[in-house]
């Protein structure tokens, strides 16, 4: 065996899903209390009962986003979005503590760190969140490139949303337009030109959700936060773990006319690029336009929309109506391009 | 300004506190309710009320030691044990909860990595502990070297040891013998061919703690974790923070014979290099035999011994008294090399 890892191992694909399974899951100790969500179940983040009806969840990212500063955004701005969304798409909408741990490149700009600290500390005051810890580590030139941020986030709820909730007749329903963050990093590094409106969707979503969540818990069946690999493997994953499948509807999706450009440019599909400010929703079928007219009353809500229905025929397939007629769609190997958040 | 990160910045000295306290924390919001040790403390760890007289303790550190395999231990064992042992020095022995960030380079050996989870297991299970979400991320050839870890753990408590207790009169006392983990990198990086009975003490120390925490409780006033920087890095920040002057018997620092010999050859001090299972203690005078009693009863204490007093003079100086005179040890401006953990 000389296997060696390759990018598509931190793509967030299939081949990502391999290596997890087979080297960090794949008969890793559970040791967690009864009605915990672990390691093994892969979610946007773990959830472990402490109490009283409680739930404390947690969830790490390392962010490797290139280059640091892109239209609409930055890898602060990105770390303490990602951070949040997790949380709050396992339905803890309130962070309680954020923990960032910097590793820089020597050499790298002091002007430039202080302003990638500014944008983590006005993501957090719109978050409603806030870094209490950290840790700074530097490595040598040409043994980093540039800065990588550790975001790990700690929140308490009393209801844990999953990602694998969905049953036969939910809808699915996505909080805005797909593929923003990763045609507009893609953009940006290909120079493309195509930057005038392509702008990332890196955003807290927290309070999006808690709106959401307020007004129809009980109707909320799963939650996921579709970053690498986009919606496609999103809702791959969803449809797999949930034992249903997927018929998304082409014409419902919502794209915009920057990204669909980028996407033919490109020769890549928006629908496996990531998203940093959005999340994929099952919802019950009764209470779906509901949901969707409670999340166009947020400002970050306002294209959302019912994008697919959940069937209990194909279980674990995801399946495009283009309108013309059906297509699979499968789970991507990777994001197609790395360094992408 | 042109001003740009060094090496230096990274190594847990003076040179990383500018950086953290200019950058990090100056201005920043603290958002935290009352009683919370928060990011501007600079402690272990954070520590938050969450009800019921109890804390969330949560703690986070990336690791980028070089060689990843080194005698004593390696990258997996540093991460899990450094986490663990930052919880304890905070007054929580029992972690509820941790993280696994991962970052490798393109072409990393899927052997070796699958050797670091082995011993991520092992350490966590030596520690009671679970990894219960994590995330991986690969970067290109010559954008990372090798692999990088970042660890974040929560626990709570019902009782936070801050490194700012101490008050005069004070013993320090330390849990065991002083450079060890830094000597073994460093002698194992130059090739010295000292490595026969020079090995790191990395270990997770929480079962240690908690054992001299149950019986000595209240005459505990102060805990830190020396790793970066050493004994001389912990004590000046804890002697700068209580207000108290520290005066160490040099004759009393337990240091092995080859960890001295090491020393004088790399002409590098033990008292400046990381330790990875110590801890360093402030303790009520009269108690101070007994808590090194109890800690000599743990497998991880046999060598715990008094090393020094706190005084009302001089507060924030370190003085070394070596029986000849007394000179002042200035804090290190950092490790005296990088990526020791």
Redesign the interface.
């Known amino acids: 065996?000389?296997?060696?890892?390759?990018?598509?191992?931190?793509?967030g694909g299939r081949a990502?899903r391999r290596?997890?399974e087979e080297?960090?899951v794949r008969g890793?100790?559970?040791?967690?209390p009864a009605g915990?969500v672990?390691?093994a179940a892969m979610?946007d983040?773990?959830a472990?009962p402490?109490g009283d009806g409680r739930w404390?969840v947690?969830?790490?990212?390392?962010h490797?986003v290139s280059p640091i500063f892109f239209p609409g955004g930055d890898i602060g701005r990105l770390a303490i979005s990602g951070t949040v969304n997790d949380l709050a798409v396992m339905g803890a909408t309130s962070a309680?503590?954020l923990?960032?741990?910097?590793?820089?490149?020597?050499?790298?700009?002091?002007?430039e760190?202080?302003r990638v600290?500014a944008s983590l500390?006005a993501t957090?005051?719109e978050a409603s969140a806030?870094?209490?810890?950290?840790?700074?580590?530097?490595?040598?030139r040409?043994?980093?490139?540039g800065i990588?941020l550790?975001t790990?986030g700690?929140a308490?709820t009393d209801r844990v949303v999953r990602d694998s909730g969905l049953r036969p007749g939910d809808r699915i329903v996505v909080t805005g337009t797909l593929g923003d963050h990763g045609m507009a990093v893609l953009a940006t590094r290909h120079a493309l030109g195509l930057q005038g409106n392509l702008r990332s969707d890196v955003a807290p979503i927290a309070s999006m959700i808690a709106h959401v969540l307020s007004r129809h818990g009980p109707a909320l069946t799963a939650m996921k936060d579709p970053t690498r690999g986009g919606l496609a493997s999103a809702l791959s994953e969803m449809a797999q773990k949930s034992g249903v499948g997927v018929v998304l509807d082409q014409a419902a999706l919502p794209i915009t006319d920057e990204v669909r450009a980028a996407g033919e440019l490109l020769g890549i599909d928006p629908l496996v690029v990531a998203n940093e400010g959005k999340a994929v929703i099952g919802v019950r079928a009764e209470e779906a336009d509901a949901v969707v007219a409670t999340l166009r009353e947020h400002p970050l809500g306002k294209k959302a929309a019912i994008v697919g229905t959940c069937t209990g025929a194909r279980p674990g397939a995801l399946v495009l109506d283009t309108g013309f007629g059906r297509r699979r769609v499968t789970e991507p190997e990777g994001e197609p391009l790395?360094?992408i958040c």
Do not use: Y
């Open positions: 065996m000389n296997e060696r890892v390759m990018m598509k191992h931190g793509a990502m290596l997890v080297v960090f890793a100790p559970d040791g967690l915990s672990g390691l979610d983040g773990a472990i402490i404390l947690i969830t790490t990212d390392s490797v309680l503590a923990t960032c741990a910097v590793i820089l490149e020597e050499g790298f700009s002091w002007a760190l202080e600290q500390r957090c005051k806030s870094i209490v810890t950290g840790d700074t580590k530097v490595m040598g040409g043994e980093m490139d990588v550790n790990t700690v308490i790395p360094r």
